[in-house]
């Protein structure tokens, strides 16, 4: 099992930025991949960014990239978000994600998920 704990959510005004956090307990964090994926009011879940074991290799949704970065600390066992010049559309509850495998883009590829931070992007 792996624990996952997202923090670091919160109100801001539309143009400024936030840093989203993912702690990870009871496996080795190293072995999983991870993704950040969002979910807005009446909609569907969806992908934001994820990165490989390593750190080597990240993907990201057309719709943050050059907005928003993904990396993570194996030493520390957190993945962590950089989220700039945000709008209002990118208000949601974001979650992190692990697998034990490569990264993926697919929520239903991912074994365990946290339980989510809530970030608001007022016009």
């Known amino acids: 099992q792996v624990q996952l704990v997202e923090s670091g959510g919160g109100l801001v005004q539309a143009g400024g930025s936030l840093r989203l956090s993912c702690a990870a307990s009871?496996?080795?964090?190293?072995?999983?991949?991870m993704g950040w994926f969002r979910q807005a009011p009446g909609k569907d879940r969806e992908f934001v960014a994820a990165?490989?074991?390593?750190?080597?290799?990240?993907r990201y949704a057309d719709s943050v990239k050059g907005r928003f970065t993904i990396s993570r600390d194996n030493a520390k066992n957190t993945v962590y978000l950089q989220m700039n010049s945000l709008k209002p559309e990118d208000t949601a509850v974001y979650y992190c994600?692990?697998?034990?495998?490569?990264?993926?883009?697919?929520?239903?590829?991912?074994?365990?998920w946290g339980q989510g931070t809530q970030v608001t992007v007022s016009s």
């Open positions: 990165i490989s074991r390593t750190g080597g290799g990240t």
């Open positions: 994600a692990a697998r034990r495998a490569t990264y993926s883009v697919s929520t239903q590829a991912y074994d365990y």
């Open positions: 009871g496996r080795t964090f190293s072995n999983y991949a």
